[in-house]
Structures are given as C-alpha cells and as structure tokens.
C-alpha cells in the first residue's frame, strides 16, 4: 500500500460525472416497435479529484470502458451530463472541437494496435503537436526530444515503426502521444494488461514519475486488483453499469463494504494464496436487456432480502466508517 498518497479536498475537483446513462439500441423499428436496449451505463455520478488516480474496476462487460469513452468525448452520454474544470463536456466540444483533446488524453489497452503501423514514431507523436498546439517546426522537434526523454526512449526511435517495438516500448510511445498536447486528465484503459509482469512494474513506475512532473490526474481502468491496490488513491467499483462501492483504496481493500467487492478480491489470484472463492458456475447474471428491478448482484448474493430483489439501493447507501466510503448496499459486510 502507498500510505504517501496524495489528500485532495472537494473544491479540488477536476471532473464531475452526474447522473450518467449511456444506453445502446432501443431505436424505433421501420415497422413498429423499439429495437432491445442495453443500459451500458446507468445514472453513474462520479467526481475525480485535480492530482489523484481514481481507480475503476469490475468484470467485464461492467460499464468501464464505456465510462471512459464517455470521458475522453468518444461517445456521448444519454442523459445526464459530464462537467470538465467547470465546463460542461458537451458545451466544449461544440465551442472547439479540439479543446477537449487538449484537456483530456487516453491510454489505450492494446499497445501496438494503438499505433498506426504505416507512420513511423515521429509522425504518431507529430499529429497532436500539429493539430493540438501552435509550436512552428522548431517547436514541434524540441517537443518531440521531450516527450521521448520523458517516456525513456532514444531519440533514434523516432524513425522507426511500431512493429520494431516490443509492447513496452510501444505502450511508452502511446503514453507519450498522450502526454503531446499538455492534458490535465489522462484516461487508461487497462494500461499494463497486455504486458509481461515484469513490463508492467517498469511502465507503472513510469506512470508514477509522469503524474509527478507534469502534475496529472488519471483515471485507471483495470480487472487487475493488485495494480489499483498500488498505484489508486481511491476506487470505484463498478457492477451492471453503477457504483457498488466507491472509496480511499486502503479502506476499500482492507474492509470491502459490498459483497461484490468482496468477491472479487477472494477470487483473484495473487503470489502465496492457494484457496480462491469459486462461485457456483451456474451464478445468475442480470440481463442487460431487462435489468432488474433492485440490486443488479442480488441473484448472487447470499444476503439479499426481499428489499434487494424490489428496491435499487442508491450510491451511498451504506456510509462506511472512513470518510468517503460508501456502497449501494442494503446489507453492508461492515456498517458505520
């Protein structure tokens, strides 16, 4: 655990997410009719605090990735709104095209489908510096050594191609694209996933050292649990498209309030364990075509009572014992 993680207060907030809802589908039929929709993400509200790394994590199909796109200006919300420094997400693009990207970066998973395999490393790095910046030529060259000097590359790679790289180095090059225009806010889906263990320390520490110079705030999207435990100063766990549980990492980690949180931490594997919790293959999973009308983890949870399966709980239902720590739970493994 990182007990130096960085104390940031309510008025530092960098972005507010209210009220959320991406939803895919539901159009109306040439012949009648609506087409099924799936509530991709559901009345989400989020705040990410100016210097912090906010966690996300869940299974797959949770919401997370689509949360990010939503972030970076990739996809629009449904309902609901995204407030940026202030400004309304919306309202930035249409004043700017460019003012988000400017503001906002994004770290993909897959490092070497990331780049362009016909560009070499000069032109990938060169696009956001020409369309996100006014540096002359000159500018753009001394940018350019920058970047590289602060992602620990040889300036010689510049010339080269993204297949000549290995996934490490290649995820170097998409951080430092990302890091062209001078955002506050990097978004990372699933940064490291795709990489050795050894890699992945090499390219976290790298993270470290970024958000440090350059005073940026990130939102890391990970499966991953040991990563968010070491490098997360809060975490938000998401299930069905909502918060199950939102708080400082060390006293989510240490004390999980929801018993979703809890079963993904029993069921991952680390060094040294040799018992994991397996849930029964035949667990119900909510259908994303016709969510529930309670708690979504309610048919795999052996705590749930009448008022799970017919009431949504909401966001801070349970309050927990530290500050900042909440879950939409009626039933808490730990109460304040």
Do not use: W
């Amino acid at each position: 655990m990182n007990d130096g993680r960085k104390k940031t207060s309510g008025e530092d907030t960098l972005l507010t997410i209210s009220g959320v809802e991406r939803i895919f589908g539901g159009e109306r039929r040439l012949f009648g009719g609506r087409a099924p929709a799936v509530h991709a993400v559901q009345s989400l509200s989020l705040n990410v605090r100016k210097g912090e790394t906010l966690g996300v994590v869940g299974e797959s199909g949770c919401g997370k990735s689509t949360l990010a796109r939503l972030v970076v200006g990739l996809d629009d919300p449904t309902s609901g709104k995204i407030v940026f420094d202030g400004e309304n997400l919306a309202d930035l693009a249409r004043k700017d095209g460019n003012a988000l990207a400017r503001k906002v970066q994004y770290v993909f998973q897959d490092p070497v489908a990331s780049l362009n395999p016909r560009k070499t490393i000069r032109t990938i790095l060169e696009a956001p510096l020409k369309h996100l910046t006014d540096l002359d030529k000159d500018g753009r060259e001394k940018r350019l050594t920058e970047l590289l000097q602060a992602v620990n590359l040889a300036p010689e790679f510049l010339e080269r191609y993204p297949h000549e790289f290995s996934g490490g180095q290649a995820q170097r090059i998409g951080i430092a694209r990302a890091l062209a225009a001078g955002p506050e806010l990097i978004v990372l889906d699933e940064p490291v996933s795709a990489l050795d263990v050894s890699v992945q320390a090499q390219v976290l520490n790298l993270l470290d050292d970024l958000k440090k110079t350059f005073g940026l705030t990130y939102i890391f999207i990970s499966h991953d649990l040991s990563v968010v435990e070491s490098v997360c100063d809060r975490v938000a766990v998401m299930y069905f498209g909502r918060i199950a549980e939102l708080g400082p990492a060390q006293s989510l980690f240490e004390a999980p309030m929801h018993p979703y949180t809890d079963l993904l931490m029993r069921s991952a594997p680390a060094p040294g364990r040799h018992e994991l919790m397996a849930e029964d293959a035949s667990a119900e999973l909510p259908d994303p075509y016709n969510p529930p009308a309670g708690c979504a983890f309610a048919a795999r949870c052996n705590r749930k009572t009448r008022t799970c399966l017919d009431n949504l709980p909401a966001s801070d239902q349970a309050p927990g014992p530290d500050s900042g720590h909440i879950a939409a739970c009626y039933h808490p493994l730990i109460e304040a």
